[in-house]
């Protein structure tokens, strides 16, 4: 495909051209700068970057698959980002989400894009990033990043979205506990999804407490059951009243713009690291003396 006829399928809703176009990005092609550069600012302003987090198993994939079944039906273009950590070995949790999300597969209005973490340095930020543009750009109004919510790249991720849901769930055992601790942070909403299981009540009211301690403005907390879409439409009015607060104060743009520099800060660590170890090697370091002190006088010679 020549690079005109690209760019013509991208206004033209071609899921096959966005596709494309995201695998010429991620790949580094010398057309990533002609296909990023050509997309419509207007439009990607106005799309809303959704962040679904949380520990595996609490129900992120169902409720994605709801979320976008309830959003077709005022007939909007979505896009699904799915990162995902497994190994490409077992490929395990990349399968199950495709399965879940199956009931969408053949949407043409739906299109779908998984990345892996693991065997990957850095970079992912920056590669989302663009994937979220190029679609918002084509015509998605909502982009959804599910993500589990572990490790430090999955949280830098979560930076992208506009407003970013924690999906929890009872009986998820107790290391969910520490986990929470720096996802509460992060989460616009909180989400206690299998409200149909025991437990679901006291995680939210615990959650309650939690984040109403020490704060003016304590995180929404929704219940959901996603297996039967139960909750789904209030979550989405919930998503639309945060939305709108944000846009309002000025949130949104500052959220935005962190992003993309956070975006470009880590395509200048990709670049750096293999160059700045190159020079590092040359020099022959002697073992002795403060390293910090050596890496400011190698920063300071760049
Ligand atoms: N009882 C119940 N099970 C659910 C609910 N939502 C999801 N599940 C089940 O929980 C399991 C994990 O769901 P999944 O969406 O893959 O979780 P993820 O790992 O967070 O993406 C699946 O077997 C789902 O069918 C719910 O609301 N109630
Ligand atoms: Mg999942």
Avoid at 165 to 190: H, T, Y
Avoid at 217 to 242: H, R, Y
Wanted: glycine share 10%.
């Amino acid at each position: 495909m020549t690079i005109d006829k690209l760019l013509k399928g991208l206004k033209a809703w071609d899921p096959r051209a966005i596709g494309r176009a995201i695998s010429l990005v991620e790949n580094g092609d010398d057309s990533a700068e002609a296909i990023l550069s050509s997309l419509d600012e207007d439009l990607i302003s106005e799309a809303t970057i959704l962040g679904i987090t949380g520990p595996p198993g609490a129900g992120k994939s169902t409720l994605t698959n709801g979320i976008i079944s309830q959003l077709r039906q005022s007939r909007k273009r979505i896009g699904i980002i799915a990162i995902d950590p497994s190994s490409p070995i077992s490929g395990g949790a990349i399968l199950g989400d495709r399965i879940r999300m199956m009931q969408h597969a053949t949407d043409q209005d739906v299109v779908m894009r998984s990345m892996a973490t693991r065997g990957r340095l850095g970079g992912l930020c920056a590669t989302a990033g663009a994937a979220v543009r190029i679609m918002a750009s084509c015509g998605c109004s909502n982009i959804i990043i599910e993500t589990v919510g572990v490790g430090q790249s999955e949280m830098d991720i979560i930076r992208l979205a506009d407003i970013t849901l924690l999906v929890l769930a009872p009986g998820l055992g107790d290391d969910i506990q520490a986990m929470k601790a720096g996802l509460l942070e992060v989460a616009d909403i909180l989400v206690v999804n299998k409200a149909d299981c025991k437990g679901a009540d006291i995680l939210a009211m615990d959650l309650e407490a939690v984040t109403r301690k020490g704060s003016a403005t304590p995180t929404p907390v929704s219940m959901t059951v996603a297996t039967e879409s139960k909750g789904i439409a209030e979550l989405l009015d919930q998503i639309e009243k945060v939305d709108s607060e944000h846009r309002d104060s000025g949130e949104r743009q500052k959220r935005r713009r962190g992003a993309h520099n956070q975006e470009v800060l880590d395509w200048c660590l990709e670049i750096l690291r293999p160059r700045l170890l190159a020079e590092i090697t040359k020099k022959g370091l002697p073992l002795l003396g403060d390293p910090r002190l050596k890496a400011k006088k190698i920063l300071e010679e760049q």
